[in-house]
């Protein structure tokens, strides 16, 4: 027994991303394309964090969430 499962590690990780979902090769493609676009020509120095927001969360990236309200004020 190695101690692996077979579960598929990106649902593992989906409850502690904010939007509740890993996101798609799509989703990261159009990100990439935005920035190929005459709109993001005065861009420069920055991150485009494509992430669901897990960046965001700070310390709590990653925390399994049994609701959305960590959303609420």
Do not use: C, N
């Not at 590690?9 to 493609?29: F, Y």
């Amino acid at each position: 027994m190695t101690g692996q499962t077979d579960a598929d590690p990106r649902e593992q990780h989906r409850p502690g991303i904010p939007l509740g979902r890993t996101g798609d090769a799509p989703e990261v493609a159009a990100a990439i394309a935005f920035l190929a676009t005459p709109a993001a020509g005065y861009i420069t120095g920055a991150s485009l964090l494509v992430d669901g927001g897990l960046t965001q969360m700070g310390a709590q990236a990653g925390t399994a969430f049994p609701d959305d309200s960590w959303r609420r004020p």
